[in-house]
Every structure is written in C-alpha cells, then in structure tokens.
C-alpha cells in the first residue's frame, strides 16, 4: 500500500506531521509539503518540487493562489492542480504505483479533482476546519467555499472529520462523502505522564494556542483576575503568537496581572511536553475548535483540563480529567479553575494519561487508519486493483 499524503509546510504544522507519523505505520508514506518557495533541490526537470536529500520519501511542491478576482483564481489553480499532476507522475515513477492521495483539509484543495480525472488518482480528506461548525464569526465559511467542499467531499472515497461534532456539521450543511470519524493523534512518547507537582506553592495553569480572538484568551485573563482573589497562587504561562498579542498585553496591565501572566511566544513540542509536565491544570478558553491537539496533548500528560465546550472539547473532557464551561463567559470560567485547584488532589494523572493514550497514540488512530487505506483501495470505483 502505497499513499501520498499532502501536508502544510516543510514538514508541516505539528498536528499533520503526528498524522503521517501514524499513518506511516501501515504503509509506504510519501509526505508531499506544499510551500510558497522551495527549500529542498529541486527534482531535475521540475522546478516547482523539492526532494529531501537525505528523506526520498519527502518532497515540496511549490504552489501559490491569485486573489485578485475570480478569473485569476481559476487560472492559478488549475496551473497548481498540473503541478500534483507532475508532481505524482514524476513519484509514481521513481516509486511505484500510488494507491491513495491523502489531504487536509477541502480548502484549496481543488487539485484533488484534477489528480483523479487525469491520473485515476482515488484521494481522502481529513478535515480539520472550525469554520463549518459556524460557532464564531472569525471562523466562518462563505456560501463558496461551501460549493468546493460538497464538490470536493463528493468526490473523496473518504472524508474524515476529527471529531463527532464536525461530522455533524458537515451533514448539516449536506456536504455529502462517506464519513468516518478519526482523532487527531498525537505522539505519546513524548507527551506522557510526569512526576506530579507540587500544590503547596504556586498553581501553574498552562496554555497554547494562537492569539486570536478565536482563542479567547481575554476571556482567560478575565477569569484569572476573578479567581486570583480567592485563590492567588494561580499562575498563568502562554505558548503561542499572534495578532492579539499587542491587545492581550494592555489587558494584562488594565486588570493587573503582570505577575500572574506569562506569554512565552512560540516554544518547540520538546519545551511545550516540559511546561505541560510541570503544569498543575491546563486551560483553553476558545469560542470554536474541532478537537484541539493541545487539549489531547495535555491529557496524555495527564493534566486536568478547563475548557469549553465547543467542537470536539465534550469528546475529550469530563468529570474524570476536568471541567467544561460555555464560551465567553469568565466568570464560570474562573470558577471551574477554582473548582479544578481545589480538587487538585482528586485527578489521577496517571489514569488520565493512559486512558489518552490508548485513544490517541500513533498506534491506536494507525491501525484505523491503515483499515481505512486498505477499504478505500478495495471499494475505489476506478478499479485499479
């Protein structure tokens, strides 16, 4: 079994990276990165794909998307879909036969359509996308992109939604594909319990994400300055960057929290696993998400979780390992922290752990995924077994 997964980047956002990881358990992987410019020669005769020196089996694929009006955007895609269509022929002959395309997300991938026209190729979407939940007005979808994805989605022998709730978005908004529900894994070797820390002194309570409005970290911050009075060891530490950073930091000053709040920029998986293992609670505050890999990745840490309860997050989080709160509201917010610190004691890291990394590792979404390559392949109405 032979797969093409494209993901974002060189070598892609985290999150997809973990998805290859585990897919590359049950068959030969080659990861296709799209970028803006190269990084990796480009293979002899194809200036627009990269190949990785020392990898074989990791490439980059150039692409680009005009914006001005329709007509150009047309234009740069189908230059884009011809470039995958050169890209995977030039693969398919340095390795032989491609079986499955796999892609996230629907956005902007138009090329799929044109892979499976000219080439035969049958392709899979994961998708990710907190915009066909339609739980935030900065995260919404357009009645056009809309029409790509039942186009797109209509046409995948599978769609894979992370999460229940996005599954049934995408029925809401009948989008059709056959659907089968997938989580995003996450790589467990090294996200895993630690040694428990100490609550006698300061209460660390840590998070990640973008800052966004999205994210809600001014909700955060207001549900911190409420709980401080009652609880004034919590300290708060923030992995991510942003264009609420700027906002984010005059509200820290306005409600007084300039040493109860720590924003750490980016940080790498190795730094983000350390400050998790150290952390007393972790905490996400966000108005729409899918199912947040932060979230899982505290939880194989064995972290108690305070979040909304959006998306994916009633999938990941209960009584056992945390609390769940309505979006954009600090004050039950600030309480399920209170509520979360005071019964500090009573959360088993060790149980939370193990039962996240059974549903989660890298072997457990594997084996469903190398089930699900192996029935695409079985059921692909080109018939070319």
């Not at 264009?243 to 929290?257: K, Q, S």
């Amino acid at each position: 079994m032979r797969v093409v997964m494209v993901i974002e980047g060189p070598p892609g956002p985290p999150y997809q990276v973990d998805w290859a990881n585990a897919a590359a358990a049950g068959c030969e992987l080659i990861r296709v990165g799209h970028v803006r410019r190269l990084s990796w020669p480009a293979v002899p005769g194809l200036p627009f794909l990269g190949r990785q020196p020392e990898a074989p089996l990791l490439y980059q694929i150039e692409t680009f998307r005009w914006r001005p009006t329709r007509v150009f955007g047309r234009v740069s895609a189908r230059v884009v879909a011809r470039r995958y269509e050169a890209a995977l022929r030039h693969i398919t002959g340095e390795h032989g036969r491609v079986d499955v395309v796999h892609a996230h997300f629907f956005a902007g991938a138009d090329y799929l359509l044109h892979l499976k026209r000219t080439l035969g190729l049958p392709y899979i979407i994961t998708e990710h996308s907190a915009a066909l939940t339609g739980q935030h007005p900065g995260a919404s979808i357009s009645p056009l992109g809309l029409k790509r994805a039942r186009r797109l989605f209509g046409a995948a022998l599978y769609v894979i939604p992370v999460a229940d709730s996005l599954r049934d978005a995408i029925e809401r908004h009948g989008l059709g594909g056959r659907l089968r529900v997938l989580p995003n894994p996450v790589d467990t070797a090294r996200f895993r319990v630690g040694s428990t820390p100490a609550s006698d002194g300061e209460i660390s309570v840590f998070s990640v994400g973008q800052l966004t409005t999205r994210k809600a970290y001014d909700v955060l911050l207001r549900a911190l300055a409420r709980a401080l009075p009652e609880e004034p060891r919590l300290r708060l530490r923030v992995v991510g960057e942003g264009p609420e950073r700027g906002a984010l930091d005059d509200l820290v000053g306005e409600l007084g929290l300039a040493d109860h709040v720590t924003f750490l920029g980016g940080r790498t998986r190795a730094e983000i696993s350390a400050e998790l293992q150290r952390a007393h609670l972790f905490a996400l505050a966000s108005y729409a998400e899918n199912l947040p890999v932060a979230t899982i990745e505290a939880l194989c840490c064995g972290v108690p979780v305070v979040t909304t309860d959006v998306g994916g997050n009633a999938d990941l989080v209960d009584d056992r390992c945390g609390r769940l709160v309505p979006p954009g509201d600090p004050e039950l917010l600030a309480s399920a922290l209170l509520e979360v610190v005071a019964g500090l004691d009573g959360f088993d890291r060790e149980h939370i752990a193990a039962a996240a990394q059974r549903r989660f590792s890298y072997s457990a979404v594997g084996v469903q995924l190398a089930e699900l390559y192996r029935d695409a392949v079985a059921t692909d109405p080109a018939g070319r077994r």
